[in-house]
C-alpha cells in the first residue's frame, strides 16, 4: 500500500497495552472533532467523535478526550491489537459555520507482537 | 470495503497537462467531497457537492474544478499540473440526512507529475 506521511511522528506499543493519541487542535471556536484512522493504502476510517459541550466520550475500545482549556484532544486505544496499527489524525470543524474538516497531521501507531 | 469508488488507481503524467479523476458514491449518498493528501501538507479538504451543486469549499486552487453529474458521481479536474500537485486524492460521500459518522472514503487516486 501507499505510505502517507513518512515524517509522521510514531508511537510503538505492545499489543495488549493502551494506546494514547495526542491532537493540538488550531481554532478555538471550533465546536465538534473527529478522529480517524488511516491504514495503509486505504482512505480515512471515521473512529469516534465529540462536541465541545463534552469533554469524554467514549465508543468501543476507543475514548475520546477533549481539553478546551488548552486545545488538546486524544484518543485512546484499549489493549492495542495489531489491526490498530495505522496512522490516526484529528480533525476539527465549526459546525455552524461550514462543511469543512480541517485535519491534523497525524500520527502513526505500530503495535509491537 | 466502504461502497465509495474512484477511477484510476494510480496516474502518472507530466507538469502542464491536464487528468480527471472520477468518484462513484455510495448508493443513496447525495454528498461527494474531495480531498488532497499530500506529505507536506496532509489531508485538506477540496470540495463539497450535493445533489448536484456545490454545497462549500475548501483550498481549492483556481485550476482545479469539479461538479457532480445527475447520476451523483463527481469528477475532479486538474489542469496545468504543477510537481507540486502529485498527492493522494480521495473522494468521501454521505448519506443526506447522516453527519460526519455517515462520512465513507474511497481507496483514493494516486497522482503523479513528473
Known amino acids: 500500500g501507499e505510505s502517507v506521511g513518512l515524517h509522521l511522528p510514531t508511537l510503538s506499543v505492545q499489543e495488549g497495552d493502551n494506546s494514547i493519541i495526542n491532537c493540538a487542535y488550531s481554532n478555538s471556536a471550533s465546536d465538534y472533532f473527529i478522529w480517524y484512522k488511516q491504514e495503509s493504502g486505504k482512505g480515512p476510517q471515521f473512529i469516534i467523535d465529540?462536541?465541545?459541550?463534552?469533554d469524554k466520550r467514549q465508543g468501543q475500545r476507543v475514548t475520546v478526550l477533549l481539553n478546551k482549556t488548552v486545545k488538546h484532544l486524544s484518543l485512546q486505544i484499549a489493549a492495542t491489537q495489531p489491526g490498530d496499527s495505522a496512522v490516526y489524525f484529528c480533525a476539527e470543524n465549526k459546525e455552524d459555520s461550514s462543511y469543512k474538516l480541517i485535519f491534523g497531521s497525524g500520527t502513526r501507531l505500530l503495535v509491537r507482537p | 470495503d466502504s461502497g465509495v469508488t474512484q477511477t484510476p488507481k494510480h496516474l502518472i503524467t507530466a507538469t502542464g497537462q491536464r487528468v480527471t479523476l472520477r468518484c462513484s458514491p455510495r448508493?443513496?449518498?447525495?454528498?461527494v467531497y474531495w480531498y488532497q493528501q499530500s506529505l507536506d501538507q496532509g489531508l485538506q479538504f477540496l470540495i463539497q457537492?450535493?445533489?448536484?451543486?456545490?454545497?462549500a469549499k475548501g483550498n481549492i486552487l483556481e485550476r482545479f474544478s469539479a461538479q457532480q453529474f445527475p447520476d451523483l458521481h463527481s469528477e475532479l479536474n486538474l489542469s496545468s499540473l504543477e510537481l507540486g500537485d502529485s498527492a493522494l486524492y480521495f473522494c468521501?460521500?454521505?448519506?443526506?440526512?447522516?453527519?460526519?459518522?455517515?462520512?465513507?472514503f474511497g481507496p483514493g487516486t494516486r497522482l503523479t507529475v513528473l
Open positions: 465529540i462536541r465541545s459541550n463534552m
Open positions: 457537492y450535493y445533489n448536484g451543486e456545490e454545497r
Open positions: 448508493s443513496g449518498d447525495l454528498s
Open positions: 468521501a460521500s454521505s448519506s443526506p440526512t447522516g453527519g460526519w459518522d455517515t462520512q465513507y
